[in-house]
């Protein structure tokens, strides 16, 4: 809900903590007239999520799911998005996989939008797609697709169906465990910053930060099987 805070600057208000980008509270919100902002009446902090601010990478990550959450909401609420993102805060302060991480939570989040990423069956002709076949990539029609729906090379590397496949079934947190092959991560980075250009029809601003991320160390990794 977007709200107004009034009075916050004020030395004594109702408002429990700073009301900034990245803090979680529970607040009573207002409505108005349609069109309008609320107005926040008080809140209570949660938590500021000061992991997320003690790197820079784990900041721009953050940033990262704060934009998706601000884009997909917009408009009103839809149900699982807000716990989705917050989830994926609390994992990302500590600081572990951050890039599987960042992208398993963009898979599910486009999911539950009603734009999932189609890995298994072609996004063109809804034809299943063998294991090991080559694969196109197309944002238009829904994902990755088969060589008569669109070209080949428009789907990047081998693997890189594998690879959505198996991020998409695995939650923000056990994603940080995934090793994603280093010859794979930025073609999927590419693939899933086309689909969301296509999708919010503009580049997130925080993506081409994102999109640098390497995995941090401290995680034990698991091998991603690819196709």
Same mark, same amino acid.
């Given at each position: 809900?977007?709200?107004?805070?009034?009075?916050?600057?004020?030395?004594?208000? &109702?408002?429990?903590?700073?009301?900034?980008?990245?803090?979680?509270?529970?607040?009573?919100?207002? #409505?108005?007239?349609?069109?309008?902002?609320?107005?926040?009446?008080?809140?209570?902090?949660?938590?500021?999520?000061?992991?997320?601010?003690?790197?820079?990478?784990?900041?721009?990550?953050?940033?990262?799911?704060?934009?998706?959450?601000?884009?997909?909401?917009?408009?009103?609420?839809?149900?699982?998005?807000?716990?989705?993102?917050?989830?994926?805060?609390?994992?990302?302060?500590?600081?572990?996989?951050?890039?599987?991480?960042?992208?398993?939570?963009?898979?599910?989040?486009?999911?539950?939008?009603?734009?999932?990423? #189609?890995?298994?069956?072609? #996004?063109?002709?809804?034809?299943?797609?063998?294991?090991?076949?080559?694969?196109?990539?197309?944002?238009?029609?829904?994902?990755?697709?088969?060589?008569?729906?669109?070209? !080949?090379?428009?789907?990047?590397?081998?693997?890189?169906?594998? !690879?959505?496949?198996?991020?998409?079934?695995? $939650?923000? $947190?056990?994603?940080?465990?995934?090793?994603? &092959?280093?010859? !794979?991560?930025?073609?999927?980075?590419?693939?899933?910053?086309?689909?969301?250009?296509?999708?919010?029809?503009?580049?997130?601003?925080? !993506?081409?930060?994102?999109?640098?991320?390497?995995?941090?160390?401290?995680?034990?990794?698991?091998?991603? &099987?690819?196709?």
């Amino acid at each position: 809900a977007e709200a107004l805070a009034k009075g916050s600057r004020r030395r004594t208000n &109702p408002f429990d903590g700073p009301i900034d980008q990245g803090v979680l509270l529970d607040a009573v919100i207002l #409505a108005r007239r349609p069109g309008t902002l609320g107005l926040l009446t008080e809140s209570r902090l949660v938590t500021n999520f000061p992991g997320l601010r003690s790197s820079l990478p784990r900041y721009y990550a953050g940033l990262h799911v704060l934009e998706l959450l601000r884009e997909f909401i917009r408009g009103g609420t839809r149900s699982g998005l807000f716990e989705l993102a917050v989830a994926t805060l609390y994992t990302i302060e500590e600081g572990k996989g951050l890039s599987p991480i960042l992208a398993a939570f963009t898979l599910h989040l486009l999911r539950e939008s009603g734009f999932s990423v #189609a890995t298994d069956l072609c #996004a063109g002709c809804n034809r299943a797609l063998r294991e090991g076949e080559a694969a196109g990539f197309s944002p238009r029609l829904g994902g990755f697709t088969c060589a008569a729906c669109a070209p !080949l090379k428009s789907g990047g590397e081998p693997g890189l169906r594998g !690879l959505f496949r198996t991020l998409a079934r695995s $939650a923000p $947190a056990p994603a940080g465990r995934i090793q994603i &092959p280093k010859a !794979l991560e930025a073609g999927m980075w590419n693939l899933i910053g086309e689909f969301l250009v296509h999708v919010l029809e503009r580049p997130p601003r925080v !993506l081409a930060y994102v999109s640098g991320l390497r995995r941090v160390s401290g995680a034990p990794q698991e091998k991603t &099987p690819t196709t």
